[in-house]
């Protein structure tokens, strides 16, 4: 048997940094990051066969947990089938059908294999039909690694954003504009400089990828508001809060508290391939008819659909929409971050923690953040101590404080008062 430590080695020599995607290498928290050999329900096991209950579900998609017997019954049948036609298939249309039927605001649906693809051709759609070039990101807020989205915030409103990686050429972000999440007062003066350039505004809802931080309501009905007057649309990034926070995705949230609410285009990712590579995006038909083939927009995908992947996404979507599926996964995940919340408080610690659906974070600081640069005052140091100490109790954390935690349907009451009890021991 090979160790975590070993495995690490052998792979760095291999792979850049030894992972396929960075934050899997634990350079935010130190230490060896744990190669994992197989997961069943809530549990991971890794290299050197401990078990850990698992808390990052393969970054959100594994909502219903590892391995679930439909789930798996309907992949070995797709597969038997045949990987990857490269032509159309009936399942395409039932997932595309199953989809839409859960997010009224769309009416076409495209499929795709990775967030990062899904975001990139929302963006391409939106600025081939607006004629625009301009768009609005928030800071804090990740699209996937499309080289238009990988900006940081410039130093004023005037000025777009810099890159935030090396390869990214200044002029390929020159139409990027990075505002402070939750800030009415920027949004307002972006739009008018730059109302009529605008293409879009891509937002995370509920902002996952600095924790969890949502969209305050007034924030998101102005934001609603300008896009319209303007003539930009408005794009719901729900690649990590789709049919997670729960089953009509974050839009589903703010339909409840904004009358008539809803984005223009969506994407979609995570959940609904159930832990296959599967993304999509959607929105009206006119505008979705503006792509290829039947107009000027070009997308496209060798494994686009893929049918395995269509049939992990499919029964995963028909499992969560079970009666009573997101009360119970709400429930859970409340009673885990109580919990937290308790300990920290017996410790003596600043903590605040939310959560919504399946989906939960956790801060070293009250109050809950607002936007970035509070989050990222957490104290990185104490952060880092605690997710070692819960690793060591058996406890699968995100790597990192910037990321959300997901619960899953097959966590129990049990799991959670292991946590709980994890989390009081690493606090003390
Ligand atoms: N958007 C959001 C909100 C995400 O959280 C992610 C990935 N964590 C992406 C897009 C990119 O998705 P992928 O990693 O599948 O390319």
Not at 144 to 158: E, F, I, M, T
Not at 190 to 214: K, Q, S, T, W, Y
Request: net charge neutral; charged share 15%; with cysteine.
């Amino acid at each position: 048997m090979s160790t975590n430590a070993a495995l690490f080695e052998r792979a760095q020599r291999v792979i850049p940094g030894g992972v396929n995607s960075p934050v899997r290498a634990f350079r935010a928290v130190g230490g060896t990051p744990r190669f994992i050999h197989r997961a069943e329900g809530a549990y991971l096991f890794d290299a050197e066969g401990r078990r850990y209950i698992d808390y990052i579900g393969s970054w959100g998609p594994m909502i219903l947990g590892h391995g679930h017997p439909t789930v798996l019954e309907a992949v070995r049948k797709a597969a038997a089938d045949g990987f990857s036609f490269g032509a159309p298939t009936e399942r395409e249309v039932e997932l595309a059908e199953e989809i839409l039927k859960l997010v009224p605001s769309m009416e076409q649906v495209r499929l795709v294999s990775s967030g990062t693809e899904a975001a990139m051709s929302a963006i391409r759609l939106a600025r081939g039909a607006t004629g625009r070039a301009k768009l609005i990101k928030f800071e804090g807020c990740y699209h996937g690694h499309a080289d238009a989205l990988l900006v940081k915030a410039g130093s004023g409103l005037a000025t777009f954003g810099n890159p935030t990686s090396a390869g990214v050429p200044p002029e390929v972000v020159q139409h990027t504009l990075v505002l402070e999440y939750n800030n009415i007062a920027l949004l307002e003066e972006a739009f008018a400089l730059h109302g009529p350039d605008l293409a879009c505004v891509m937002i995370e809802p509920i902002a996952g990828n600095m924790n969890f931080v949502r969209a305050s309501v007034p924030f998101m009905t102005r934001l609603r508001e300008l896009c319209s007057r303007h003539g930009a649309l408005l794009v719901f990034d729900e690649v990590m809060t789709g049919f997670r926070v729960g089953l009509h995705g974050a839009q589903g949230l703010y339909a409840k508290l904004i009358p008539g609410f809803r984005p223009d285009l969506s994407v979609f990712g995570k959940v609904i391939g159930g832990g296959m590579p599967l993304a999509a995006f959607g929105g009206p038909r006119d505008v979705m008819q503006q792509l290829a083939p039947t107009g000027p927009v070009y997308q496209a995908g060798t494994l686009s659909g893929n049918p395995v992947a269509t049939a992990c996404g499919l029964a995963t979507l028909k499992e969560i929409q079970r009666p009573g599926f997101f009360e119970a996964l709400a429930k859970r995940t409340r009673s885990l971050t109580a919990g937290l919340a308790q300990a920290a408080q017996q410790a003596g610690l600043a903590f605040s923690v939310d959560s919504e659906g399946g989906m939960f974070g956790f801060f070293f600081l009250d109050p809950l953040p607002q936007h970035y640069q509070q989050v990222m005052a957490t104290d990185q140091a104490s952060f880092n101590r605690f997710f070692h100490g819960m690793l060591e109790r058996g406890v699968y954390l995100a790597p990192a404080l910037y990321e959300a935690g997901f619960v899953s349907a097959a966590h129990t009451a049990a799991d959670v008062e292991a946590t709980v009890n994890a989390a009081h021991e690493a606090l003390r």
